[in-house]
């Protein structure tokens, strides 16, 4: 089974120049909690985004650059989506965790999302696909902690597939 974790802004931001706009501690810690002991399914950049492997999780790398090698256990290189089928088709939870592009092709295929929506504008230039209320129902939300550390409005919104 395949879900979604991702922090979204106003008008789908989720990004610029290959990083994150904003920096929420509550989020990472929920994003660390919810992923920890899984599968994370990235994109190259995502991967490299991520400055390291991060500890007590699989890391699969959708690329298309072959000649990608990380030398470390947790981390798999795949050059197509047909590899991801023991993963689409796995009882277990397994997260896409982005960029824009992995999203837009893997969304298809997820049955569940965690989002935390940002209600602040960011300007950004990788986007995350609409949410068709056609095919999504939102199953829990829960207002997110803002303080100094979190100096924004947020909420964590949990979709399941109708």
């Not at 509550?26 to 190259?44: C, H, P």
């Not at 298309?64 to 798999?76: A, R, T």
């Not at 197509?80 to 298809?108: C, Q, R």
């Given at each position: 089974?395949?879900?979604i974790?991702v922090?979204?802004?106003?008008?789908?931001?989720?990004?610029?120049?290959?990083?994150?706009?904003?920096?929420?501690?509550e989020?990472?810690?929920?994003?660390?909690?919810?992923?920890?002991?899984?599968?994370?399914?990235?994109?190259?950049?995502?991967?490299?985004?991520?400055?390291r492997?991060?500890?007590?999780?699989k890391?699969?790398?959708?690329?298309?650059?072959?000649?990608?090698?990380?030398?470390?256990?947790?981390?798999?290189?795949?050059?197509?989506?047909?590899?991801?089928?023991?993963?689409?088709?796995?009882?277990?939870?397994?997260?896409?965790?982005?960029?824009?592009?992995?999203?837009?092709?893997?969304?298809?295929?997820?049955?569940?999302?965690?989002?935390?929506?940002?209600?602040?504008?960011?300007?950004?230039?990788?986007?995350?696909?609409?949410?068709?209320?056609?095919?999504?129902?939102?199953?829990?939300?829960?207002?997110?902690?803002?303080?100094?550390?979190?100096?924004?409005?947020?909420?964590?919104?949990?979709?399941?597939?109708?």
């Amino acid at each position: 089974m395949l879900s979604i974790i991702v922090a979204i802004a106003n008008k789908n931001v989720i990004g610029k120049d290959n990083t994150l706009i904003w920096h929420l501690p509550e989020d990472l810690k929920r994003f660390k909690t919810i992923t920890s002991g899984k599968t994370i399914i990235m994109g190259r950049k995502t991967f490299e985004s991520l400055g390291r492997v991060l500890p007590n999780r699989k890391h699969i790398v959708l690329c298309n650059d072959m000649e990608m090698k990380i030398d470390n256990e947790n981390v798999e290189v795949v050059k197509d989506i047909k590899y991801l089928d023991k993963y689409i088709n796995s009882d277990e939870e397994n997260f896409i965790i982005g960029g824009a592009t992995i999203y837009k092709l893997l969304m298809p295929y997820a049955n569940k999302m965690y989002i935390t929506k940002i209600n602040q504008d960011f300007d950004g230039d990788a986007f995350f696909p609409k949410i068709s209320e056609e095919e999504w129902k939102i199953i829990d939300i829960q207002k997110g902690i803002k303080d100094e550390q979190n100096p924004y409005d947020y909420e964590y919104i949990t979709y399941v597939r109708k």
